[in-house]
């Protein structure tokens, strides 16, 4: 059960919090500004922009992307350059959380200076951990794929195992995701300390052991927080002045609460460190 | 939406069949039967062979001496890799290697011998021919000389023995695992002999192509198929007669005022019968699909209730429905006179509705292809685009305009939109004309004969109105039923009905029909920015091409008043002049959207001061999207 400890600790990196949570809140910012470009262009006098701010229509959605493929590269172009920004921010950042919350820092000038040094180990975890990922979801999935190429189905008595087989392999990669992302926490956090690449990976490895059942847990915390956020989208069709208000504060408080539950993920997992 | 207690349909079902023998009541002769046959089919499930007998009778009701019959033989379609069927195509189709293939695996169909009815041989002078494409590696159509003219109003008595091996499907007809066999465009059938506007009579009988297939007189049809004792059997009419010996059943179908016959095998089916307005349902499928049956059901009947409505009842005592197990599933998605073949997958949600759209949209076939029997071949539009019309109207009318196929997750789509997506978003629109013939087509076959077709007819329903659209297929429908309907016919009938309400908009819907279906022009109406010149403003509405098509621009001022402007011409280009003193505030053209022929609604309207709001709302929505998106992508970071 979690302690007044550790929460008091991870509010402690408050100033960190909030620095990652305006982060968060520019590339949004930066995103909604591509958007709007684009929807400014593209839409150009047109009273359809009704239709879809209201929520999804198929109609408006297929004549839109279809009649301005042009600029959909265009902005996809700037949006890539951004994945690889936030790919790299992203390490920045919590590389920053991580080793404030391993070395017992609090300070926001302490969280730099973390993640300044720990950035270039941390980019090789994440790159390992990429690889190890996407070598794991290959040898997972190709012997699957392989009966839809060619005419594999002729070979089967009823297609109920193939899609059993496929709803099982999905909950696999959901398990294997979550371990993964368990791993790629707690080897970082261990490195802190030993300052040891295989040492940290042989400890990471004990530590997911003992802690696999918060991991799920903390991890399944996260990923409803994203499907919650996803549906809210959904469910607002017509955006007001008032509601659109209340929608940022509400999509906001959620990144800011999902960047906590991340901190307090580390503060409970580096409690059982050393 | 209806709900059902399987189990007790399935045993009610199974007592009202049987009790009632719904086959035994209906009118069997709406037809001028042509062709009739009588045919002896012995099935060898071991080498997918079946010996067969048939005793043809064809009628010359022209008044021509014919001194050949033609005959389609499109089994040969499958005999090998370089008939005009599969000379095209790509090595692979539905997956499988066509180059590395089994030589057993070829099908063929092969007359031992034809005499006429003194006997005399008819087999020694039968040659093929290959009037479409001259490919003689194609067997698909062949020639049998007369031996005596035949007069007109006088019949030709024909016996043919003949082999049918079916092939390990490639596509439709063939065999699978486990015993699966379809028999469609099995046996010796004779083209239609055509008299042309002028008089002169021709046959009407054109290779086997890859897309169409049908164009066949009507008839009677007696056939008894001899095979092994566990297969259950599903076939175009009713089962008059079943007799069964230690190893093997005889099983006799009769169908009437039919243009094609075909059946299905399968020991592994599991069979739902059901009967609807005096209409029997059956329905046969593997039993991993058993949940599909309440949903083809349900499909068959809304069908069958609105088609009864709307043109007329359906005309034949019943329909099979085949639900081809996974191993075959290149056998499905097809249409045969009171049967056809569907296509399920286990685990498809209701939500999805791909089962209901495609089960409905063959059925619609027993009335475009069935009853209004067109030639396909040349005019596949009056066939498929008219089914995809009214399989739109039927989706969309019971499951809701924007969310008949798919609603899911807040992603939902409608059949008629889903329609008119498929043929706006292909690569070239103007690829093709809609009254292309099947086999001269050069874009993609469905978005033009399908969607292009559909779209023009929900494009024509909202100009004249459902009502005044209804009147017209319905007339259409009475007219030509159990005849061979061409595009002439349907204008016709359209210039006919129109006439009676408003003889303007008959000679526009003429222009607009000759624009739709005889030239590849596209309609993609814009406006241009206004311009504004001494006291006046001048606005600019563009369609993209000189399509005929009548459509309403609508301008708002700012005091309020909103006037509509009827743009009827087929002029490219539409000006307005009005004055400033009471300025626009928007253009829309076609501010209904009737003219779903229409490649792009985005750019109908014009609005001079834009609500900014709107555009910062779905930004917002983008954003926090894409902000939670990347979050979820960098887990690992």
């Keep these: 059960m979690m302690n007044l400890k550790i929460l008091t600790s991870a509010v402690k990196q408050i100033q960190s919090i909030v620095f990652v949570f305006l982060v968060q809140l520019g590339l949004g910012y930066i995103i909604y500004n591509y958007a709007s470009k684009y929807f400014n262009l593209a839409f150009g006098k047109s009273e359809l922009i009704n239709t879809f701010k209201n929520g999804f229509d198929r109609t408006v959605f297929s004549d839109l992307t279809h009649n301005t493929q042009e600029l959909m590269y265009y902005f996809g172009k700037e949006v890539m350059i951004l994945v690889v920004v936030y790919f790299f921010l992203s390490i920045f950042l919590h590389a920053g959380f991580i080793g404030n919350i391993v070395n017992e820092n609090t300070s926001i000038k302490s969280y730099f200076k973390n993640a300044l040094k720990l950035f270039l180990p941390y980019l090789g975890y994440v790159i390992l951990f990429l690889i190890i990922y996407f070598l794991i979801t290959i040898i997972l999935w190709y012997p699957y794929t392989t009966i839809f190429n060619g005419y594999p189905f002729s070979y089967f008595d009823s297609e109920k195992p193939i899609v059993i087989i496929g709803a099982l392999l999905l909950f696999i990669q959901f398990i294997l995701t979550i371990i993964v992302w368990g791993l790629s926490i707690l080897t970082r956090m261990t490195f802190?300390?030993?300052?040891?690449?295989?040492?940290?990976?042989?400890?990471?490895?004990?530590?997911?052991?003992?802690?696999?059942?918060?991991?799920?847990?903390?991890?399944?915390?996260?990923?409803?927080?994203?499907?919650?956020?996803?549906?809210?989208?959904?469910?607002?069709?017509?955006?007001?002045?008032?509601?659109?208000?209340?929608?940022?504060?509400?999509?906001?408080?959620?990144?800011?609460?999902?960047?906590?539950?991340?901190?307090?993920?580390?503060?409970?997992?580096?409690?059982?460190?050393? | 939406m209806k709900k059902y207690n399987l189990p007790l349909i399935i045993l009610f079902s199974f007592f009202m069949a049987n009790l009632h023998g719904q086959c035994e009541n209906y009118t069997k002769d709406q037809s001028i039967k042509v062709t009739n046959y009588e045919m002896d089919v012995y099935y060898n499930d071991i080498d997918k062979k079946a010996n067969c007998q048939q005793k043809l009778v064809w009628n010359n009701f022209s008044k021509d001496t014919i001194n050949e019959l033609r005959f389609y033989m499109y089994m040969n379609a499958f005999s090998h890799r370089?008939?005009?069927?599969?000379?095209?195509?790509?090595?692979?189709?539905?997956?499988?290697?066509?180059?590395?293939?089994?030589?057993?695996?070829?099908?063929?169909?092969?007359?031992?011998?034809?005499?006429?009815?003194?006997?005399?041989s008819l087999s020694n002078n039968m040659y093929y021919d290959q009037p479409d494409d001259g490919n003689e590696l194609d067997s698909t159509v062949l020639v049998i000389p007369l031996k005596k003219p035949l007069l007109p109003g006088e019949s030709a008595n024909i016996e043919i023995d003949f082999t049918v091996k079916l092939p390990r499907t490639i596509v439709r007809a063939g065999y699978g695992k486990n015993g699966y066999a379809l028999f469609v465009h099995w046996f010796p059938q004779p083209g239609v002999y055509e008299i042309d506007d002028q008089g002169h009579g021709s046959w009407n009988c054109h290779q086997f192509f890859r897309s169409t297939e049908f164009y066949a007189d009507f008839g009677d049809y007696e056939v008894s198929i001899n095979l092994p004792k566990n297969y259950i059997i599903g076939a175009t009419g009713c089962k008059i007669n079943e007799k069964i010996t230690s190893d093997r059943q005889k099983v006799t179908y009769h169908a009437h005022d039919v243009i094609d016959f075909g059946f299905v095998v399968y020991p592994h089916f599991d069979k739902y019968t059901y009967t609807h307005n005096q209409t029997e349902i059956e329905i046969l499928m593997p039993s991993e699909h058993c949940a599909f049956a309440e949903r083809y059901l349900d499909a068959i009947e809304k069908a069958l209730d609105f088609m009864g409505d709307y043109l007329g009842k359906y005309p034949y005592p019943k329909i099979t429905v085949i639900d081809p197990p996974v191993h075959t599933l290149n056998s499905g998605f097809m249409e045969y006179p009171m049967?056809?073949?569907?296509?399920?997958?286990?685990?498809?949600?209701?939500?999805?509705?791909?089962?209901?759209?495609?089960?409905?949209?063959?059925?619609?076939?027993?009335?475009?292809?069935?009853?209004?029997?067109?030639?396909?071949?040349?005019?596949?539009?009056?066939?498929?685009?008219?089914?995809?019309?009214?399989?739109?109207?039927?989706?969309?009318?019971?499951?809701?305009?924007?969310?008949?196929?798919?609603?899911?997750?807040?992603?939902?789509?409608?059949?008629?939109e889903n329609t008119r997506i498929e043929y706006t978003t292909m690569d070239d629109p103007s690829v093709d004309a809609i009254?292309?013939?099947?086999?001269?087509?050069?874009?993609?076959?469905?978005?033009?004969?399908?969607?292009?077709?559909?779209?023009?007819?929900?494009?024509?329903?909202?100009?004249?109105?459902?009502?005044?659209?209804?009147?017209?297929?319905?007339?259409?429908?009475?007219?030509?039923?159990?005849?061979?309907?061409?595009?002439?016919?349907?204008?016709?009938?359209?210039?006919?009905?129109?006439?009676?309400?408003?003889?303007?908009?008959?000679?526009?819907?003429?222009?607009?029909?000759?624009?739709?279906?005889?030239?590849?022009?596209?309609?993609?109406?814009?406006?241009?920015?206004?311009?504004?010149?001494?006291?006046?403003?001048?606005?600019?509405?563009?369609?993209?091409?000189?399509?005929?098509?009548?459509?309403?621009?609508?301008?708002?001022?700012?005091?309020?008043?909103?006037?509509?402007?009827?743009?009827?011409?087929?002029?490219?280009?539409?000006?307005?002049?009005?004055?400033?003193?009471?300025?626009?505030?928007?253009?829309?053209?076609?501010?209904?959207?009737?003219?779903?022929?229409?490649?792009?609604?985005?750019?109908?309207?014009?609005?001079?001061?834009?609500?900014?709001?709107?555009?910062?709302?779905?930004?917002?929505?983008?954003?926090?999207?894409?902000?939670?998106?990347?979050?979820?992508?960098?887990?690992?970071?």
């Design chain 1, 192 to 274: 802190v300390k030993t300052k040891s690449f295989l040492q940290s990976i042989k400890d990471g490895i004990t530590l997911l052991k003992k802690n696999i059942l918060k991991i799920v847990l903390i991890g399944i915390v996260l990923l409803l927080i994203h499907i919650f956020l996803f549906a809210l989208s959904r469910w607002l069709t017509d955006l007001t002045l008032t509601n659109f208000v209340g929608y940022l504060v509400i999509t906001q408080g959620f990144v800011l609460l999902r960047i906590f539950i991340r901190v307090l993920s580390y503060q409970i997992f580096n409690d059982k460190l050393f």
């Design chain 2, 435 to 637: 009254a292309t013939p099947g086999y001269e087509i050069q874009g993609p076959y469905k978005p033009i004969i399908y969607s292009k077709t559909a779209t023009m007819l929900k494009t024509l329903e909202n100009i004249v109105g459902e009502k005044v659209m209804q009147n017209t297929l319905r007339e259409f429908f009475e007219e030509y039923k159990f005849k061979h309907p061409k595009e002439k016919d349907f204008r016709k009938i359209c210039d006919k009905v129109l006439r009676e309400s408003d003889l303007d908009l008959a000679i526009t819907i003429d222009g607009f029909l000759q624009d739709a279906l005889h030239t590849k022009k596209t309609i993609d109406f814009w406006v241009e920015e206004i311009e504004y010149r001494n006291n006046i403003a001048v606005v600019r509405c563009h369609k993209g091409s000189n399509f005929k098509v009548p459509v309403t621009i609508r301008v708002a001022f700012a005091s309020g008043l909103i006037k509509n402007y009827e743009w009827n011409n087929n002029l490219e280009m539409f000006e307005i002049i009005v004055g400033v003193k009471d300025p626009i505030e928007s253009i829309i053209i076609d501010p209904k959207f009737q003219i779903q022929l229409d490649l792009n609604f985005i750019n109908n309207s014009y609005i001079i001061n834009q609500d900014a709001t709107k555009e910062k709302a779905a930004s917002m929505k983008v954003a926090t999207f894409t902000q939670s998106l990347f979050e979820f992508l960098t887990f690992l970071f």
């Design chain 2, 339 to 416: 049967m056809i073949t569907g296509a399920s997958f286990y685990g498809i949600p209701k939500s999805i509705r791909t089962v209901e759209s495609l089960v409905t949209h063959e059925f619609l076939h027993m009335y475009f292809m069935g009853v209004l029997a067109s030639n396909e071949k040349e005019e596949p539009w009056l066939d498929e685009g008219f089914v995809t019309y009214f399989e739109d109207k039927i989706m969309d009318h019971y499951y809701g305009e924007k969310h008949s196929i798919i609603n899911l997750l807040g992603y939902h789509s409608g059949s008629a």
């Design chain 2, 82 to 120: 370089n008939t005009t069927f599969l000379k095209d195509e790509d090595s692979k189709i539905f997956g499988q290697d066509l180059e590395t293939r089994k030589k057993e695996e070829w099908g063929y169909i092969y007359i031992s011998n034809a005499v006429d009815e003194t006997g005399t």
